[in-house]
């Protein structure tokens, strides 16, 4: 298990109940069925203007996980996130150890 920080994009026209539910959805792929201990730290940036635009949207939702991950799942996870729609993008980098 090693420490990883998942940032995601979620599109800004979201409402806010399936804003959360996607949040939280992405959270059970991280650590699915983890208790509370093993949880994934969320940092909600909020809503951010893109650098460029993205499927003609010019703003998004950012949030930041902080999670210790099996690598072997990495792949599972990154599909996951790359058949979810309402996700602009994402990105998974691995922590550099102090």
């Known amino acids: 298990m090693r420490e990883y920080e998942v940032t995601i994009i979620v599109q800004p026209q979201l409402e806010e109940t399936a804003r959360n539910e996607l949040i939280a ?7 699915p069925g983890a208790e509370e201990a093993n949880k994934p730290v969320e940092n909600h940036w909020g809503s951010r203007r893109l650098a460029y635009p ?3 949207f010019t703003d998004g939702y950012y949030v930041m ?4 991950l099996d690598s072997t799942r990495i792949g599972e996870i990154e599909r996951n996130m790359q058949y979810s729609e309402d996700l602009l993008r994402y990105m998974i980098v691995r922590k550099e150890e102090a």
């Open 25 to 31: 959805r992405v959270s059970d792929w991280l650590v």
């Open 54 to 56: 993205i499927r003609k």
């Open 65 to 68: 996980y902080e999670a210790n």
